[in-house]
Each structure stands twice: as structure tokens, then as C-alpha cells.
């Protein structure tokens, strides 16, 4: 019973960073329809650069999250206006290769500046944890879902109370219907990339603290990034939270009780039903 | 008339490209051996790649300094043509093709990993083209019947049997063993291995389990261990699973007397990216500095000195990937030298018959090509630094026994 | 996109170059019939990809794993000690089309992303099954003695000409696909699923044979890539590099097209070789941003631009016409 409820608090905290991996995708996606096959390697890139930070000026690594934030927003925003606004309109087929040609790229680029090693930052404070009745609670990953947990609300709070925000999810819902009202969509979609970058930046920052990861570690991020998506239901805020926390409940369960080998088939398994039954994600939110 | 044109401009850039750079040396083309490698600079194992790819250039750099090889009252330059594999076992088997037929290189050097050493050993046999190499364990690769292909490192099922001697000398004694194993080919074997070896000398395996290759979470697999209570917790896998099961095992307080990783804690990433918690830790390893075997002449003289110059090369100290891909050259040097001949099939029986002890330490094979003769080591990380403990005769500084409590490390 | 009839020279173009490829292997040289044996497979696969993704619209992001199935089907027969190539072909076609019409009738239901996400699941929950079950060598892979045919040993080479006929199959295949009214009903399906069901046109059972004659397609490139590697893992069986090449390979040469996907081949396949010869540690990021550029310029593939008499304004009214 006491591994039963370990298990239980470790899927929930497993799912608070992957819910963080799958919100920019999510906005993304639901947003702009297109889905960003880069988004791993933005994670990646943030993770990168809270290791720089935290190895060349002893920054904690939860002070770096702002910076990763603000460097990936960045980087969307000129990979938005540079590349990806030539292809929004355009088929699945083409923005799908378009991101897998940048991820190449990029991977390849984190490759030549910070080499093939494992990484991972290891603070004075990693390992530290609570016990509950026999349960452990590691704090850095509580601490990590809480963060991910703020950082969804803000999302969700910024969507919903400022102009651009209204003005993004308005071109979600109708792109030539936002126009005529005024809106600049290749501004909002600008910025809705932007954004994605930026917490694809902030989960690698928590991805730094908690795994180990290299060049090549994107692609497990972004597959489970597909999986929470299609679980929550595309471009909503509470969509990822929940998918996320599903993903990781299910996935933990899996591999304790089912065989440890067996939790990634499972869990794709458990998407493919989801979508032949329920294509709309189990938050049952509709998106075009 | 615009498809006519493009055809042909198609069909000039192909034939450029197949024609293409084979002016590299032929087969001892002269006064150069030329060797070629399959290695992985980009993808997942790019890493363990560069690592085998500075063994074999530290060879190369050596030999040459060293004034050459010298075959049959000839003296040779040596050089070794690369191709990046990308750490698919797919592109390493085209590469190797092409480094035999394209650049007319007669000898390889094997990639890094089971898996693409497999695929690139089926082209070395069907090519009849001599391959040694120094980073593929698992022994899946050597039922094959293959004659061509050489490994010159202890199988995988190994890796892992000299921590659970190094603590069945210990006291308290330990009894009771878990080990988890990223699924992929080399893994697989050390979990096997090590398993088969701690049921026969006393050890109750309570728990084991596969987890899929480059997983980013194994809480799961963590919490199960706990609930089991091992007295030896172990890994099979690579640097990426050390560190996530170390990490992991910290998170959730599981206190243990041994904990003990197939490859990780050699690499300097491993102490790097855990500081402190990677004290007491134990790594088993194909070699260290600390053996005491004593190369011959004219074959790197000696452990300590190949790590002095290596370090004075390349920056940091050797580990025992770049040593085994070292050594694999050196036997290619053995069976060239001693068998007096660079004709292919002759090197291969030179291989074959090869039973020498360099500064890596024997190389011999048994039937399958693979060398069983050479006993395995094992490190621990002792206040930041990997020292060599075990087997007790190459013993740089004593086991740092019991593990304290994670606070305490 | 061009004209379902296609461009006739390309398509004589295409035929004419699989006649040429037949005298690959008088040079001799087991590097050029591997590298010519590449191009003629990922042809075959990205044909397969065609059918269902080119000509019927439904853009699959999985299509590696009849690839796959192919292989493991043939490598499973040679552990029972078959090991005809020609009865392996077969036996990797009827495997993959057994799977494309078992998981299509519900996975063709989803349209646009659903459908790429869906069968992207299927191929890498395939990977992560096989890598568990040890009757299929789990993640110690197959490897197959050499093939056979009709009971006697042949030499290496039968796989370039095995991998020719499975390439030549589905150039054949396409181009009557492309001729038939099973073509006619996948455009239609395409370009309106909803009208072609009020003429008529039963959309699952169309999208069905398209699928599973997808999968025959790249089956049968896996069961001969089985004998030509000699190995197979889950791995290298369900590479990324073998899902998204043949994509890129037809949308190089033209989506839904008969000559496009051959002709993406051989060009993809030269740049990557150039790539691979002159930049070990930076040929991913030049593949990379190749890919890119290709995606940006040449939406439409080479055909189109060839077909097109003003390229240059191609290029710029593609840079319009999907940006906002």
C-alpha cells in the first residue's frame, strides 16, 4: 500500500514538469495549428543554458528559470518572424518537416557548443525531501510542480485578462474574423511562439535540476509532449496541467505494476484510444 | 527541355558524388596504413564516440611520433580515415561499406556500442576485411560465427561480477542484490550476467527490472527498489541512467551499501553533474590507471604512462573507453608487426593467434573472437576522485566502506 | 500539386531511370549497390508513403512501421528456416497490409494532425513492443542467415536486384493506382472527403486499400533490408531516419505524384552523401536547414517547378502563399 501512494506522489510530480513540457507545445499548436517538432529542442536549449549559468556563475538553478524564459522567448520570436510565419497557413505536411529540419539544426548546434556529455545540475539542496507517514517527497520536484503549477496559472491569467491575450485566443478561434477586428496576426503569432519557446525554456531549466539530459534527450520530452496534448485537449492552459498529471499517474502506474519495460507502450496505447474515442482530448474542449 | 537539363545536371552531381573522394590512401598505399572507423559524432552516443575516436587518434599520433610501424623491414605512416555513424547501427553498416569498398581501407577499427558494432561486424565478415574493436560488449555480436571480427574487451555479462566480489569481502556482508537495466542489447547482458553471478555465489536477487532505453523518469523503478531493501543496488546501462538512478535514489532516501553502475562513474561527467553525491559510488571498468600490466617496447610501455601522456594531449585524463580504443589499435599493431605482413586474411590470423599482455592488459581471444582472458576492475569515487579498489592487488586506495547516509557524503 | 495524370515525361523519365538502375551492380563495387540499394528502398518507402499521405491526403507520421513489420515478418521466417527472398517479400507484404487494414479502420477515422499523431504512436509503440517480446529477440534483434532462392544459396548482390523489384513494384503500383478509378476516388477523398462520399465514393474502404497498399509497399522494402544488413533491431527497424526520409524524398520530388518520390530519393541521398563525406561533426545541421529550404522553396517539389515555365516567381508566390 505504501508503494502504492509512493507511486501516486511520484506520477504526480512527473506530471507537473511534463505538463510545463507540453503547455508551449499546446499553445502552439491549438493556436497556430501547427505542431513545433522543435519544441524538444528548445527544452533542451534551456536546460543548456541553466547549465552554463549555473556552472559559470553559481546561479541557482531556479533563479535561472526567468532567463532561459527570456533567452528561448527570444529565439521564438525571430524563428516565428524569420522562418515559421512563411509556412502558418500552410499544410501539416510542410510546417511538420519545417520544425524537424530546425530540430536537426538546433540539436546539432547544442552539440557543437556544449558537446556530447551528460549533464545535470546537482545543488547543494537536490536530494532533499520530506517523509509522510513513510512516503517521500523529494522538494525539488514539489517545488518543480508548484513552479510549473504558477507558471500555467500566470499563462492561463495572461490569456485571459490583457489585450494581447484576448487578441491571441480571438485569432485562435477565427484568424479573418481577428484581422478585420484590428488584430496584427503575425504579431500575435509572434508572440504566441514566442511564449511557447519561453516555457519550453522555463521546463528545461526544471529539467536540468531533476534528470540528467544531453543533446539527443529531446526527443523523449517531446514525444511525451504529443501524449499529454492529445490527452488534456490542444491549446488550453488547464488541458496540459491535467494531461500532464494523467500522463504521469499512468505512466508510473505502468511501469510498477504492469513492467517497467512496457510503460512507454502503455502509455502510447492509452493516447491511441483516447484518440479514436475521444479525439478532443478528456478535458472535451473542442478546438478547430 | 528544363527536364532534360535537370536530369543530367542529376546525373553529373551523382556520378561526383559516387566517384567521388576515394584518392585516399589505398590499402598501404605506399608508405600510410590506412584504418577506418565508423564512429558516432552526433546522436546519443556522441559522447562515448568522441571518446573512441581520441583513443584511436592518440594511437595514431603515437605511432607516428614513434617513427611508424614497421612491417616485414618496411616502415609505415599510420592514418585512420573517419565517418560519423550518427549512433545508428544502420548508417554504421553503410559506412563500413563504404570505408572498405569506396576508400579501399583494409583494417577497422570498431564503432562505440553493441549495437552498431553488430551491424558494422556483418560487413567486416562478408567483406572478409578484419575488424578489431574496443567498445562493443555484448557477446551476442561473437555467436555469430563471424571469423573477421575481434573484441578486445571483457564481455558484457562481466561487467558487473567484480563489484559483488569486491563486496562479498567487505564486513558487514552484503546479502541481498537489486539491479535495474535500461532495455537495449549491452545492458541486457551485464543485468543477465550479473544476475546468473550472484545467485551462484550466495546473494539473493531481490528485484530486476527493464525500463526503456532512454527513459527520462524511473521514480517507478526507485520506489520498487526501495520496497525491496537491497543491500547492492546496481545499474546496467549508460552514463544517462547513472546519473537519472543516482539522482533518483537520492530523492527517495534509499540507503544502501553499495551502489554500483556499469558505465557512468568513469566519465568525468558523472562527478561533474553529481558533485558530492557521487562519493562512494562504485564503476566497473574495462581498465584504469592503476593496472599494473607492462606494455612492450615499442607498444605503449605502461598504464601510467599512457594516462601522463593522454592527459598532456587531450586535456583530461584517459577513462577507460579511450584506453580500449586505444588497445584495439595496438592489437591491429601486434598482428601487423609480428605477423610481417599487411595482407588482410594474414592479419586475421595473426588476431587470431594473438596472446600478448599490453599496458590495457592481455590481449588474447578465445574460438569467437572475444576476449575473455582480460579480468575486469573496479573504481569508487572516494572525496571527488575515481580510485581504483578492486581486484585488492591493483588497489590505489582501500573501499571506502560502509556508504554513510546521503548527508554524509 | 500536378494533375493526377501526371507529368508523362517525368514518368518516362522515372521508368527509364529504373531501367538504368538494373546496371548498377556491373561496377562492381558493394559500397555503390548499397548506396544505389538506399535509394531504391527509401524510393519504395517513400511511394508507400505516397499512396496514403500524397494521392489520399492522409499524412501519415508513422508509415516506418510497415517498414518495420516487413523486416521483423522476414527475419521471423528465417529463424523458422525460410529464407527465400522471394517468399519474404511476399509473406513482409501480406504482414503489413494485415496491419494496415486491422489499425486503419479506426485510425482513419481521424483527420489532419490527429491522424500524424496517431500513427506516429502506432510505429513507436510497435518499437517499444517488440523491444519486450523475447520470441521476436526483444532488444537483441534477428539476425537472419543469408538468402536464398528457390532452395539455393545466392550471392550478396540478389539483394540490390531484390530491392530493385520491390522499388520497381511500387513505381508500377503508384502509376496504376494513379490510372485507376481506386486513384480517381483517393484525389477525390483528398481534396473533399464529404463530396466524395454524397458521389458515392465509400471513404473508409478507399482509405483502407490505400493504406494497406502503402504497406506492402514499405514492407517489402523491410523484409529485403533484413537480408542486405543482416541484422535487425527494433531500433534500426523503426529509425526516425526511416520515417521522415521518405517524406521528405516525396515531398522533394512532388506529393502525389508517379515520378516524384524516386527522384526525391536520388537527390536527397546525394546531398546527404556529399554531406556525410565533407562534414563529419556538422552534416545533421546542413540536412537540417536543407530540409528547411526545401519546406520554404519547394513546397511543391521539383516536379512542379520543372513543370512551371516562370520557376522564379515560384519561388516567391511559395513564399506568399502561406504566410499571414
Known sequence: ?288 | ?409 | MIGIAGNRVAILVAALAMLALLFVPLAKSDYTNALFRGILMYGAMSYGWNVIGGYTGYVSFGNVVFFGIGAYAAALLATHGITDIGLSIVAAMVAAALFAVVLGIPVLRLQGHYFGIATLSIALAAQDLISNIDAFGATNGLSPKAATLFGAAVPYVVTYYAMWVVCALALAGTYAVSRSRLGYALVAIRENEGAAAVLGINPTKYKVIAWAISGMMGGGAGAVFVYANSYIDPATAFAVDNNVFPIVMALLGGVGTVAGPLLGAFILTAINETLWNHFPFIHTLFFGAVIVIVVLFLPRGLLALIAARRSWSLYVQHLRAYRV
Request: net charge neutral.
Open chain 2, 1 to 409: 527541355m528544363k527536364t532534360r537539363s535537370l536530369a543530367l545536371a542529376l546525373a553529373l552531381a551523382f556520378a561526383a558524388v559516387v566517384a567521388g573522394p576515394s584518392v585516399s590512401a589505398v590499402r598501404a598505399a605506399d608508405d600510410t596504413i590506412v584504418f577506418g572507423a565508423a564512429v558516432s559524432l552526433t546522436g546519443s552516443l556522441a559522447k562515448e564516440g568522441h571518446l573512441t575516436q581520441e583513443g584511436y587518434d592518440f594511437w595514431k599520433d603515437w605511432i607516428n611520433a614513434h617513427g611508424g610501424m614497421k612491417v616485414a623491414g618496411k616502415t609505415y605512416k599510420v592514418d585512420i580515415k573517419y565517418y560519423d555513424d550518427e549512433s545508428s547501427p544502420q548508417t554504421a553498416a553503410r559506412l563500413v561499406e563504404k570505408l572498405i569498398d569506396q576508400d579501399h581501407v583494409g583494417f577497422i577499427l570498431g564503432p562505440y556500442g553493441s549495437g552498431t558494432t553488430f551491424s558494422a561486424a556483418a560487413v567486416a565478415e562478408r567483406k572478409k576485411v578484419p575488424m578489431v574493436e574496443g567498445n562493443g560488449a555484448a557477446e551476442r555480436i561473437f555467436n555469430q560465427g563471424y571469423r573477421y571480427t575481434f573484441g578486445i574487451l571483457s564481455p558484457a555479462r562481466r561487467y558487473l561480477e567484480g563489484i559483488v566480489d569486491m563486496g562479498k569481502a567487505q564486513t558487514p556482508k552484503p546479502k541481498t542484490l537489486a539491479i535495474s537495466a535500461s532495455n537495449d542489447l549491452f545492458s541486457v547482458e551485464v543485468q543477465q550476467g550479473v544476475v546468473d553471478y550472484a545467485k551462484a555465489h550466495g546473494i539473493d536477487v531481490v528485484y530486476t527490472a527493464k525500463y526503456p532505453e532512454n527513459s527520462t523518469d524511473v521514480s517507478a523503478v526507485i520506489s520498487a527498489i526501495k520496497a525491496a531493501h537491497p543491500d547492492i543496488i546496481l545499474n546496467a546501462g549508460h552514463t544517462n541512467d547513472a546519473l537519472l538512478v543516482h539522482k533518483g535514489l537520492k530523492e527517495q532516501n534509499v540507503q544502501a551499501m553499495i551502489y554500483g553502475y556499469s558505465v557512468g562513474p568513469d566519465t568525468p561527467d558523472f562527478r561533474n553533474a553529481l558533485g558530492r553525491d557521487a562519493n562512494y559510488v562504485f564503476g566497473s571498468a574495462q581498465w584504469s590507471d592503476a593496472v599494473k600490466y607492462k606494455g612492450e617496447k615499442g607498444f605503449i610501455p605502461s598504464a601510467p604512462q599512457y594516462a601522463a601522456e593522454f592527459q598532456k594531449k587531450f586535456g583530461h585524463k584517459p577513462d577507460y573507453h579511450n584506453a580500449e580504443s586505444t588497445a584495439a589499435c595496438l592489437a591491429f599493431q601486434y598482428a601487423m608487426q609480428r605477423g610481417g605482413s599487411l595482407d588482410t586474411e594474414k592479419v586475421r590470423d595473426a588476431l587470431a593467434k594473438l596472446d600478448v599482455t599490453t599496458f590495457f592488459g592481455i590481449l588474447k581471444f578465445d574460438s569467437r573472437g572475444l576476449n575473455v582472458f582480460k579480468p575486469m576492475v573496479v573504481n569508487q569515487i572516494q572525496n571527488g576522485e575515481l580510485v581504483t579498489v578492486w581486484p585488492a592487488g591493483l588497489a590505489q586506495a582501500k573501499v571506502a566502506w560502509p556508504t554513510p547516509v546521503w548527508a554524509k557524503r
Open chain 1, 1 to 288: 500500500m505504501q508503494l502504492f501512494f509512493q507511486d501516486l506522489v511520484n506520477g504526480i510530480l512527473t506530471g507537473g514538469i511534463l505538463a510545463l513540457v507540453a503547455l508551449g507545445f499546446s499553445l502552439v499548436w491549438g493556436i497556430m495549428n501547427i505542431i513545433n517538432l522543435a519544441h524538444g529542442t528548445f527544452i533542451m536549449l534551456g536546460a543548456y543554458v541553466t547549465y552554463q549559468l549555473f556552472v559559470s556563475f553559481h546561479l541557482d538553478p531556479f533563479l535561472c528559470i526567468p532567463i532561459a524564459f527570456v533567452v528561448l522567448f527570444a529565439l521564438g520570436y525571430v524563428t516565428q518572424l524569420s522562418i515559421i510565419n512563411y509556412v502558418v497557413r500552410a499544410p501539416v505536411l510542410t510546417t511538420f518537416l519545417l520544425t524537424f529540419g530546425l530540430s536537426l539544426l538546433l540539436e546539432n548546434v547544442i552539440l557543437l557548443i556544449w558537446t556530447g556529455d551528460t549533464r545535470s545540475v546537482t545543488t547543494g539542496y537536490s536530494g532533499a525531501h520530506l517523509d509522510v507517514g513513510g512516503i517521500t517527497i523529494p522538494l525539488v520536484k514539489l517545488l518543480t510542480l508548484v513552479i510549473a503549477l504558477a507558471i500555467g496559472g500566470l499563462t492561463q491569467l495572461w490569456l485571459a485578462r490583457t489585450k494581447l491575450g484576448r487578441a491571441i485566443r480571438a485569432t485562435s478561434m477565427d484568424v479573418g474574423a481577428a484581422q478585420l477586428t484590428g488584430v496584427r496576426v503575425a504579431h500575435v503569432y509572434a508572440i504566441v511562439f514566442a511564449l511557447s519557446a519561453g516555457l519550453a525554456g522555463a521546463a528545461g531549466s526544471l529539467i536540468s535540476v531533476s534528470y540528467a539530459f544531453s543533446p539527443s534527450s529531446a526527443t523523449p520530452f517531446l514525444i511525451k509532449g504529443f501524449i499529454v496534448c492529445v490527452l488534456g485537449g490542444l491549446g488550453s492552459v488547464q488541458g496540459a496541467l491535467v494531461g500532464g498529471l494523467v500522463y504521469g499517474i499512468v505512466e508510473t502506474f505502468a511501469s510498477q505494476y504492469i513492467g517497467a519495460g512496457y510503460a512507454d507502450a502503455v502509455a502510447l496505447a492509452v493516447l491511441l484510444v483516447i484518440l479514436v474515442f475521444r479525439p478532443t482530448g478528456i478535458m472535451g474542449r473542442a478546438t478547430a
